[in-house]
């Protein structure tokens, strides 16, 4: 079955350095989303990439989707303490419409101030 | 607009005893989903739904789990009977198109 495997499962940074977390698919996926979960909190959606080679931007947060669509990153310009969380990339497979997630392991990433 | 909840946010049950939980979608969303995040791993699918439809239940680990969602509003997710190795956070999610938004989750411990 399709696995997402996402790396590296932890971050330590401090404040202001930047911080990148990579998914790679097993296979070809139909969007990729990003979630962000807070220490004790559920997962939040921040964005979902559909278009090959895709690059969206969210005040220091950048988003890409591989060209091949099976690999995305996740890239956090300036960290800073409420960054702090675990980070997931979820993909739905090729000719999925509205169908199940699959989830990475999540990046843990920690900002010391 | 509300979110999607869940009830009840924590459960703590003995092993062979059964446990229901409940979540209520975001008004309007066709597609209701189950995931459940068993402690160190990954956030794994359970099953979908399709308004009062199972659209595919490939994630629902045995028959000691069952879902419903009855009229294709709120659904149940039935454990029983519980064994330890179920507990873990179980979160219910919702979509009207691709974008799927999360409940709080579920915390359920089974000793």
């Known amino acids: 079955g399709q696995q997402v495997m996402q790396i590296p499962q932890y971050q330590h940074v401090q404040e202001g350095e930047d911080f990148t977390t990579y998914c790679n698919s097993s296979t070809t996926l139909s969007n990729i989303q990003w979630y962000k979960q807070r220490p004790g909190g559920h997962p939040v959606f921040l964005i979902q990439l559909v278009k090959s080679g895709e690059v969206k931007k969210q005040k220091r947060l950048t988003f890409q989707f591989g060209e091949a669509k099976k690999n995305s990153s996740l890239h956090i310009t300036a960290t800073q303490t409420t960054d702090v969380g675990t980070y997931f990339c979820a993909g739905q497979g090729s000719g999925t419409s509205y169908g199940k997630l699959t989830f990475g392991q999540g990046t843990i990433l920690t900002v010391h101030p | 607009e509300a979110g999607v909840t869940q009830f009840p946010s924590h459960s703590v049950i003995e092993k062979g005893q059964t446990v229901t939980l409940r979540c209520d979608p975001i008004s309007g969303h066709d597609n209701l989903y189950w995931y459940r995040r068993v402690m160190g791993k990954e956030i794994k699918f359970l099953l979908h739904f399709v308004k009062e439809s199972k659209q595919d239940e490939s994630g629902m680990p045995n028959n000691r789990f069952l879902a419903e969602r009855t009229g294709g509003t709120y659904s149940t997710l039935k454990v029983q009977p519980a064994e330890l190795e179920d507990s873990g956070v179980y979160f219910c999610?919702?979509?009207?198109?691709?974008?799927?938004?999360f409940g709080p989750g579920t915390r359920l411990l089974v000793l």
């Open positions: 999610a919702s979509s009207q198109h691709k974008t799927q938004y």
